[in-house]
């Protein structure tokens, strides 16, 4: 099968194929821009003041209102002219009240973001993503301008989860009643429901809910751990299944831990203390009967106790020097690494005070030193130093974490940058992050990269073309490249 390239030309070569897609993307990202410049356009030919000149012609009930289409601070525009301009591009007027509003967020509230899409620095989508972002979250101007001063110089290549953080970090620095407010939202909407009302044929019902983190993270890991155990004694059914069955479990073990009564001291207990079904004393079985006779004649009777601990689950959090001296001038952020969100450093010290938690201080790793060993396997430390400096698989836009976060997830593979069997060594420097699928792709196919230096990497696909990678995201570099690089993936 042959393709066609913009002149009609048949294009016969792979490599054809992909110059010619990528001068079409380049011809269609330029076309976005100039749209975006000429919605802003738009916008200010129909700010407020043209409210006034259309009462002229269509009295004061013409009902034409100045109209918020962006973040708190930018211009307002008549309303009517949001549904001429969506029906003009053919989008639905609340689709195009978007677009409309993006463009405008863009322009007057993040004004390094703008200056380089107007400049064909910075393609149309990544911007109107920045843009998405901090009017769904309802910025603050202060807010708008310090994700537009983080962002804007990395604009080209960073993810939608960066952006995410990048807008609840400023929600927490600058909008800190806010932040405050949507934390006890939450914490107020904390719910589990079990749909029995409504039974289905097959005899399931739904369950939904809302949890605090760490209780999720505890919830998770147990259905995930009862899941494999059902799995060793021999369930064939599916993890999804396993793990329903395993919460059925959790739920039958907790009702069985009932208040029982102790056979000598004749006194309620509970916990570590309860005890359990009599076993054999004194070289005979203990049963009801006789247990009841050992207690009323001050007779010892044994009794087996289980106790059910709790299992661990690692939550990494990244802190402050000043949010663990709990220093007022600093601000208490907490990056949760399982989550890669950010919450309040008062939030991580609610979570250690819990008496059930169990809480580990590793000793800190030294992300610059370099780490050697002599033989092929990595050995922990290393593996957890490189996890620490790249965070995520590294090759272009793969956003795996490195470090497995889940039970029942796969960890990163420690990649050689330089193979082992041809002199690479094993080491800080040669060692890297990469998710199985992306391991077997470097293995297995042309895809090869180099080590720029920690924590950046040049990678060069089968038909030449080169992406940086970074822990900012990805850059395009190809001798061809266009002004940007496609979506994350």
């Known amino acids: 099968m042959t393709a066609t390239s913009e002149t009609d030309t048949t294009v016969d070569t792979a490599a054809g194929v992909l110059a010619c897609v990528r001068a079409q993307r ?12 000429l919605a802003v356009d738009w916008a200010a030919m129909h700010s407020v003041d043209s409210i006034d000149e259309a009462a002229v012609f269509g009295g004061p009930c013409s009902g034409d209102i100045a109209f918020p289409v962006a973040g708190p601070g930018a211009p307002l525009v008549a309303e009517f002219c949001v549904a001429e301009f969506a029906a003009a591009v053919g989008l639905p007027t609340e689709v195009g009240k978007a677009q409309l509003g993006e463009a405008v967020e863009l322009r007057y509230r993040l004004p390094r973001v703008w200056a380089r899409v107007v400049a064909g620095d910075l393609v149309a989508w990544r911007a109107r993503r920045i843009a998405r972002a901090t009017i769904s979250q309802g ?20 993810r939608p989860s960066g952006v995410d953080r990048l807008v609840e970090e400023a929600v927490t620095r600058f909008m800190p009643a806010e932040a405050k407010r949507r934390r006890q939202a939450a914490a107020d909407g904390r719910h589990v429901g079990v749909n029995t009302s409504q039974v289905s044929f097959e005899g399931t019902v739904w369950l939904e809910g809302e949890v605090d983190l760490a209780d999720g993270l505890d919830l998770d890991a147990a259905l995930g751990h009862r899941a494999a155990q059902l799995s060793a004694l021999g369930s064939e059914e599916s993890l999804d299944v396993r793990r329903s069955v395993a919460l059925g479990d959790l739920a039958r073990a907790q009702l069985s831990l009932d208040l029982e009564t102790d056979l000598e001291a004749g006194v309620s207990t509970s916990g570590a203390e309860r005890p359990a079904r009599p076993t054999e004393s004194a070289g005979r079985a203990a049963s009801a009967e006789d247990g009841g006779r050992a207690a009323s004649s001050g007779e010892r009777v044994e009794t087996r106790v289980e106790t059910r601990k709790p299992r661990r689950v690692v939550l990494y959090v990244h802190l402050s020097d000043g949010a663990i001296s709990g220093n007022p001038s600093v601000l208490h952020l907490a990056r949760v690494e399982n989550t890669r969100s950010f919450v309040d450093a008062e939030q991580v010290r609610d979570w250690c005070a819990n008496p059930e938690a169990h809480v580990t201080v590793k000793p800190v790793i030294d992300l610059n030193e370099h780490i050697h060993v002599s033989a092929y396997e990595v050995p922990d430390r290393l593996a957890e130093q490189a996890a620490l400096v790249d965070v995520h698989c590294i090759f272009p836009w793969c956003a795996r974490p490195a470090r497995r976060l889940e039970p029942d997830r796969h960890r990163a593979d420690c990649d050689h940058a330089r193979e082992y069997a041809l002199g690479g060594t094993t080491c800080s420097c040669n060692i890297a992050p990469l998710c199985r699928r992306h391991h077997r792709l470097k293995t297995h196919s042309a895809w090869r990269y180099t080590v720029v230096e920690r924590g950046t990497y040049l990678w060069t696909s089968p038909h030449g073309y080169q992406f940086l990678r970074d822990h900012q995201g990805t850059l395009d570099v190809s001798r061809d490249r266009r002004t940007d690089s496609p979506p994350d993936g």
């Open 26 to 37: 380049a011809a269609s990202d330029h076309a976005e821009m100039l749209l975006l410049r």
């Open 139 to 158: 910025l603050s101007p202060e807010a708008a301008g310090f994700v537009d001063a983080q962002v804007a110089g990395f604009a080209h290549k960073i």
